[in-house]
């Protein structure tokens, strides 16, 4: 810092030092306020239950969360590569998933897998959430089930 | 017997409590007498809650199935330290702890604080009585865990399998003493503004307290994502989980909260915001136990929730942050403004980082709660994921971690910054340097890997510029220099070492992020696969009978680059009484770093194993670790100057002033 910008320092007022901290204040704010506005737009991740991604015709590619129930006597294994059948009782999709399911993955029980739609109308996850506990079904599979008709408590859910 | 003990206990504790908060904020100048009868009152509130607490406990380990909570959540054949801390394995039981550690800090202030004006004494055990009104009475009324069954199962349901383990007995204890640690502030807070005593005096009776329930949280988190990293079973330490959130907002509010008393305490500046800050700290806390207990939330963590009771806790969440709010927005404009200062300076400093901490704890709470909000006003379901929180959570932090090395080099009101840029220039050469070098030798995989890396090498050796500085470290003879070092004042230490442990913290998530390698593969017992220069050797397939569960074994041998061998076994087991299956990881370290091992379900005869390569993972909660060490340290300094009551007796009549 040279003298020059040391005095002008000493002479501001106790007006201008508050109006510089605030206009500082200011500006981070307003960066911060576009940074989460473009991070909700372009980062959040919709839920869609199979009839959704039928009906909306998810684009593919589109990072999106699917849930719903795995259909019984659909999960086939060949080594790590699973594929079963996830559905809400009006639609289903097809997933694969390259890796170790979660302990808890079950047919017949709920589901959710984080991923994408591939071009042929099948869904690719790169994550399956299921919560340790036996009777824990997610509360958005369950407004799909109730969604489509398909909600049985008696059937597991909380 | 002793059930209805503890009950009793609890409800007279509630009572207690109740007359003591109106006692406290009614009759709060009536002096010296009621202030001593509130601190007694507070100890028999501890001594009370700490009766029915220990008769939960009593009644796990025992296990007495007649008791409802012990019946659906203990057995009998579970490892004793596992039916001690399946206490609080449950929401009812949880309770009961928070209200203990409320209690407990409430007993600490009339411990500690004799000296305190009797004024602000009567008031701050008044509003904490106030918050243990409110807690017990919800306990006793919605969730009273001393209900008894009239026909006693003869074994219990036992606990959820994911919470036999050792993170439970040390996880929720330290957390929920950094959560309710912050009530003390929000009592000071809420009787500074009743008393209209706002000054130095205050901060500096606050600033321990602050920093007691930062170092707990602190503790806490790390504790809690280490459990999560190796029970999951997904090899990940930080997931951005609603859950999670809940405790980390309070832990950025008090972070700032700790910075501006400071500049409260020195200053007799920011008074407003600090207030403000420690409502805000608080009502965080109490958020986050809505938002966990409420079960609104979809968590990949295992916790106890009753969504049933989420609209009474939020009622009373709305009671006490809405009246401490109001009283903030009556009584604030009252307020003189203290000290001046130049924006560059110690304050301008401190300004900035409760700036960018604020912020950023308005960008996590926008991204938890939006899902809610939109899903209550249009129905559409989303999920705010980790990109969201990457990307807005790690622009606000670049700009903190880039001006954190400046701060503490300056003056206070007025300060030289090119003066503390020349000071800091050898080490940001050096963190440059270890930068390009460890970017060279690593390879770039993400493109922000060498920014990461550069603000965490920069933060740290940024930390101890001031302690090698002050010692004249090179410039005058080693031994001149030590004695300079250990004469500096603790204060300086503790900024150093506390910040030392962010940058490693952050050194730790970078190298993480950027270099961490796994494969999935599928594997027969006698073959052989490799990573990272690890060779992982699948030697054979066992089971084996745990003390209440069956744990199909892989047992695999790992031999390190370097030659040395260890041999691992990673588990699934299945819990007998309730037939859950759960994954245990095998988990082997290599300095600071770690191989994790997960093995997946049998499928004729092979397995697949899943094995992450993690470099320098444990900087992550070293870094924790020392930033909690720092609190410690910096706490030791407080107690010498103010804690102990003959000091403090000086303190007094100064603040009454």
């Not at chain 2, 550690?101 to 009339?110: M, P």
């Not at chain 2, 996880?171 to 959560?179: E, F, N, Q, R, V």
């Not at chain 2, 990940?236 to 509010?253: I, K, Q, T, Y």
């Not at chain 2, 559409?380 to 807005?392: E, K, L, N, Q």
Request: hydrophobic content about 50%; aromatic content about 10%.
């Amino acid at each position: 810092m040279t003298m020059q910008t040391n005095v002008r320092r000493k002479g501001m007022t106790r007006k201008q030092k508050r109006l510089t901290i605030i206009a500082g204040l200011a500006v981070v704010l307003a960066i911060a306020t576009s940074l989460v506005l473009v991070a909700l737009r372009d980062q959040i991740v919709f839920f869609y239950s199979p009839s959704d991604v039928v009906a909306r015709e998810v684009a593919a590619g589109q990072p999106i969360r699917l849930g719903g129930l795995v259909k019984e006597a659909s999960w086939t294994r060949q080594g790590q590569q699973n594929t079963f059948t996830i559905t809400d009782g009006g639609m289903e999709v097809v997933a694969h998933y390259n890796g170790i399911l979660p302990d808890l993955f079950r047919e017949g029980q709920g589901v959710v897998a984080e991923g994408s739609m591939n071009g042929d109308g099948e869904f690719t996850a790169t994550n399956v959430l299921a919560k340790h506990d036996e009777n824990y079904i997610p509360k958005e599979v369950v407004d799909a089930l109730k969604a489509q008709g398909e909600w049985r408590p008696e059937a597991g859910g909380q | 017997m002793s059930i209805e003990l503890g009950h009793f206990s609890l409800i007279l504790a509630f009572a207690i409590s109740l007359v003591s908060a109106f006692g406290g904020l009614l009759l709060w100048r009536r002096g010296e007498r009621l202030a001593l009868v509130l601190g007694q009152a507070a100890v028999l509130q501890f001594v009370l809650v700490g009766v029915a607490f220990l008769a939960l406990v009593q009644a796990f380990v025992v296990s007495d199935f007649s008791l409802a909570l012990a019946a659906n959540h203990s057995h009998s054949l579970k490892p004793l330290i596992y039916k001690i801390s399946g206490v609080w394995g449950n929401h009812e039981g949880s309770m009961l702890l928070w209200i203990l550690i409320l209690v407990l800090f409430g007993a600490l202030v009339a411990a500690f604080g004799r000296r305190l004006p009797s004024d602000l004494a009567s008031l701050v055990l008044g509003t904490q009585s106030l918050l243990v009104a409110a807690f017990a009475g919800f306990t006793l009324l919605t969730s009273n865990p001393f209900e008894r069954l009239a026909v006693p199962p003869l074994e219990g349901a036992d606990l959820n399998p994911i919470l036999q383990d050792i993170g439970l007995a040390i996880h929720p204890p330290l957390l929920y003493a950094g959560y309710v640690g912050f009530s003390i502030c929000f009592s000071f807070a809420v009787a500074a503004l009743i008393s209209g005593r706002i000054d130095q005096a205050w901060a500096r009776w606050v600033r321990p307290w602050t920093m007691l329930s930062w170092v707990f949280l602190t503790l806490g988190i790390a504790m809690g994502s280490y459990w999560a990293y190796y029970e999951l079973g997904w090899g990940g330490w930080w997931f951005w989980d609603p859950v999670e959130n809940a405790s980390f907002m309070p832990w950025l509010a008090g972070t700032a909260l700790l910075h501006s008393a400071l500049v409260m305490e020195k200053r007799n500046a920011l008074k407003i915001w600090t207030i403000f800050l420690a409502i805000i700290t608080f009502s965080l806390s109490l958020l986050g136990t809505f938002l966990v207990r409420s079960g609104i939330l979809t968590s990949v963590h295992t916790f106890a929730s009753d969504p049933t009771r989420g609209l009474v806790i939020l009622s009373i969440l709305a009671i006490l942050i809405g009246g401490a709010f109001l009283l903030f927005a009556m009584r604030a404009p009252m307020l003189r403004q203290g000290g001046l200062f130049a924006p560059i300076s110690r304050e301008g400093a401190l300004i900035l980082n409760n700036l960018f901490l604020a912020t950023a704890v308005g960008a996590v709470l926008v991204g938890t709660l939006y899902p809610l909000v939109l899903d209550a006003l249009t129905g559409t379901t989303i999920s705010v994921g980790a990109p969201f929180f990457d990307f807005t959570f790690g622009a606000l932090m670049a700009p903190l971690l880039l001006v954190l090395p400046f701060g503490p080099l300056l003056a206070w009101k007025r300060a030289d910054l090119v003066a503390a840029g020349q000071r800091l220039m050898g080490m940001a050469a050096l963190a440059v340097f270890l930068t390009v070098l460890i970017s060279a030798l690593g390879g770039v995989s993400i493109s922000l890997a060498p920014l990461g890396l550069l603000l965490g090498f920069w933060v740290s050796l940024g930390s101890v510029a001031e302690l090698i500085e002050r010692a004249k470290l090179g410039r005058i003879p080693l031994g001149e220099s030590l004695r300079r070092l250990a004469g500096l004042p603790r204060s300086i230490w503790s900024t150093a070492i506390g910040h030392l442990g962010l940058g490693l913290t952050v050194l730790g998530i970078v190298s993480v992020s950027a270099w961490e390698t796994e494969i999935v593969t599928t594997l027969n017992p006698g073959e052989t696969t490799e990573l990272a220069g690890y060779s992982i050797a699948f030697d054979s397939f066992e089971q084996i009978p745990g003390p209440n569960y069956l744990a199909d074994t892989g047992i695999f041998t790992v031999t390190a680059p370097g030659g040395g061998m260890a041999r691992l076994d990673a588990e699934r087991r299945i819990y007998v009484a309730s037939g859950t299956p759960t994954t245990e990881a095998a988990i082997q370290t290599y300095g600071l770093s770690q191989l994790y091992l997960q093995l997946g379900e049998p499928l004729d005869d092979t397995h697949v194993i899943r094995v992450w390569h993690k470099p320098y993972i444990l900087l992550i909660w070293i870094g924790c670790l020392v930033m909690s060490g720092a609190g410690i340290l910096s706490l030791t300094d407080r107690r010498l100057r103010l804690g102990a009551p003959q000091r403090a007796r000086k303190a007094a009549p100064e603040a009454a002033s």
